[in-house]
T-cell receptor, first 113, second 113 residues
Framework: NAGVTQTPKFQVLKTGQSMTLQCAQD?????MSWYRQDPGMGLRLIHY???????DQGEVPNGYNVSRSTTEDFPLRLLSAAPSQTSVYFC????????????FGDGTRLSIL | DAKTTQPNSMESNEEEPVHLPCNHS???????IHWYRQLPSQGPEYVIH???SNVNNRMASLAIAEDRKSSTLILHRATLRDAAVYYC??????????????FGTGTLLAVQP
């Protein structure tokens, strides 16, 4: 059972480039979300989805787009990368319900020059 | 969302019990107390959660004060693998985004051999 898989694990971009961070889960979870983690800080919620076709903004959504066309996949798009988006990005998934444990991927480490 | 307060860091010796405190004086009657931990270079991992009664699972125990204004995560015998950042998080089943986690900066636990 793979759990939550994030690709790539590392990426370096130039300012203004676009890219998509991939997240896939094989647990048939309805809920998926993206967080970013900056040095010395806790994780902050970027976007989340409660099911296929449904997405909403989290705490820090600016500069990021998401879509959820299938239950399994929840990609995060950076349309025009900025140095302030240098961070570690984590994807998480869970069954719906507020007390369901969330399962996290191992993260994508993104540097924007 | 109600706020939690945790010490920035703690130290323990291997094979000794560890008590990680969390204060949440503004907790509401419906808030659940969740704990996650994050090992170095990994995504967060669910540890345990509870509402009023003390809870046990294979990873840890959660002791909740009678007035619910504080709680303690107990690792019964610390191992080197337990060195991580531990996050205490309150989850409101009636507040906004289902399954949203709000992370603070957590407690960095160091385990000495």
């Amino acid at each position: 059972n793979a759990g939550v898989t994030q690709t790539p694990k590392f990426q370096v971009l130039k300012t203004g480039q676009s890219m998509t961070l991939q997240c896939a889960q094989d647990m048939n979870h309805e809920y998926m979300s993206w967080y970013r983690q900056d040095p010395g800080m806790g994780l902050r919620l970027i976007h989340y989805s409660v099911g296929a076709g449904i997405t909403d903004q989290g705490e820090v959504p600016n500069g990021y787009n998401v879509s959820r066309s299938t239950t399994e996949d929840f990609p995060l798009r950076l349309l025009s990368a900025a140095p302030s988006q240098t961070s570690v990005y984590f994807c998480a998934s869970s069954y719906s319900g507020y007390n369901q444990p969330q399962h996290f991927g191992d993260g994508t480490r993104l540097s924007i020059l | 969302d109600a706020k939690t307060t945790q010490p920035n860091s703690m130290e323990s010796n291997e094979e000794e019990p560890v008590h990680l405190p969390c204060n949440h004086s503004t907790i509401s009657g419906t808030d659940y107390i969740h704990w996650y931990r994050q090992l170095p270079s990994q995504g967060p991992e669910y540890v345990i959660h509870g509402l009023t009664s003390n809870v046990n699972n294979r990873m840890a125990s959660l002791a909740i004060a009678e007035d619910r204004k504080s709680s303690t995560l107990i690792l019964h015998r610390a191992t080197l693998r337990d060195a991580a950042v531990y996050y205490c998080i309150l989850r409101d089943p009636y507040g906004g985004a289902t399954n949203k986690l709000i992370f603070g900066t957590g407690t960095l636990l160091a385990v000495q051999p």
